[in-house]
């Protein structure tokens, strides 16, 4: 809708209005020309056509060379724009698409990371555990035959054969060991002290002509004390 000024206050009413809503002045016919408006050349306001000098920055439009004295932004847009201020810790991107070459062969590796790499289970450990399972079950296998076997060598001896109970015996509690071990590796729970007590006592076994359980204990002692298991025991 069009609008004019007051030709006493200046102030802005619709085109057909005969009085005005501020002073009360009656409007006469001139009003209808001044509605024409013009844009200041120094701060960008809109006036009326007809009026001598700016009425925000007191510019003298019959002096103006129509240019603006000095670059000023449109306050109308700049009351527009959202101010953006970025926080300290912004990541600054790179000029180059790639970063320096000194920047990635010297960047620390992060607390996360080192964590995640610490507590990975690593693969010695998963041999042993599977080792001490494998060798475990065959020792309570072979405790059972040889109680069998000793028993009846017992009742062919009067009794006398019996003495060798001991052996089933101690076959059947260090594989019982075993295969909790071995378990316990299976599902990442190995601890330093069970492990390493099960591997000493497979090695023990030779002392019994059992050769499979003297590997599995020996493999089972170099593997935990390696340098890669023993920062996941201290790590965990």
Same mark, same amino acid.
């Given at each position: 809708?069009?609008? /004019? !000024?007051?030709?006493?206050?200046?102030?802005? +009413?619709?085109?057909?209005?005969?009085?005005?809503?501020?002073?009360?002045? #009656?409007?006469?016919?001139?009003?209808?020309?001044?509605?024409?408006? /013009?844009?200041?050349?120094?701060?960008?306001?809109?006036?009326?056509?007809?009026?001598?000098?700016?009425? /925000?920055?007191?510019?003298?439009?019959?002096?103006?060379?129509?240019?603006?004295?000095?670059?000023?932004?449109?306050?109308?847009?700049?009351?527009?724009?959202?101010?953006?201020?970025?926080?300290?810790?912004?990541? #600054?991107?790179?000029?180059?698409?790639?970063?320096?070459?000194?920047?990635?062969?010297?960047?620390?590796?992060?607390?996360? %990371?080192?964590?995640?790499?610490?507590? %990975?289970?690593?693969?010695?450990?998963?041999?042993?555990?599977?080792?001490?399972?494998?060798?475990?079950?065959?020792?309570?296998?072979?405790?059972?035959?040889?109680? *069998?076997?000793? !028993?009846?060598?017992? =009742?062919?001896?009067?009794?006398?054969? !019996?003495?060798?109970?001991?052996?089933? +015996?101690?076959? +059947?509690?260090?594989? =019982? *060991?075993?295969?909790?071990?071995?378990?316990?590796?299976?599902?990442?729970?190995?601890?330093?002290?069970?492990?390493?007590? #099960? %591997?000493?006592?497979?090695?023990?076994?030779?002392?019994?002509?059992? #050769? +499979?359980? *003297?590997?599995?204990?020996? =493999?089972?002692?170099?593997?935990?004390?390696?340098?890669?298991? /023993?920062?996941? *025991?201290?790590?965990?």
């Amino acid at each position: 809708m069009n609008k /004019k !000024l007051c030709v006493n206050c200046r102030a802005e +009413l619709d085109f057909d209005a005969s009085f005005c809503n501020e002073c009360g002045k #009656v409007q006469n016919q001139m009003a209808n020309s001044q509605t024409q408006t /013009k844009q200041c050349p120094k701060c960008f306001n809109t006036v009326n056509a007809n009026i001598p000098f700016c009425s /925000k920055c007191g510019n003298n439009f019959s002096t103006s060379s129509g240019m603006p004295r000095e670059t000023k932004p449109n306050p109308r847009v700049e009351s527009q724009r959202m101010d953006f201020n970025p926080p300290s810790n912004f990541p #600054v991107p790179y000029q180059n698409q790639n970063p320096p070459i000194q920047y990635i062969q010297q960047a620390p590796m992060n607390n996360y %990371a080192q964590n995640q790499f610490s507590n %990975a289970f690593p693969g010695n450990l998963q041999v042993v555990a599977i080792f001490q399972l494998v060798v475990g079950i065959l020792e309570v296998i072979g405790s059972v035959l040889g109680g *069998f076997y000793v !028993l009846i060598v017992g =009742i062919f001896t009067f009794g006398i054969g !019996l003495l060798l109970i001991f052996i089933p +015996l101690i076959f +059947l509690i260090v594989g =019982i *060991f075993s295969i909790i071990s071995g378990m316990n590796g299976i599902n990442k729970r190995t601890t330093y002290g069970f492990s390493m007590f #099960v %591997a000493i006592s497979q090695m023990c076994l030779l002392l019994m002509c059992d #050769v +499979l359980s *003297f590997v599995s204990g020996l =493999i089972g002692v170099i593997f935990l004390n390696n340098s890669e298991s /023993k920062n996941y *025991f201290r790590n965990n």
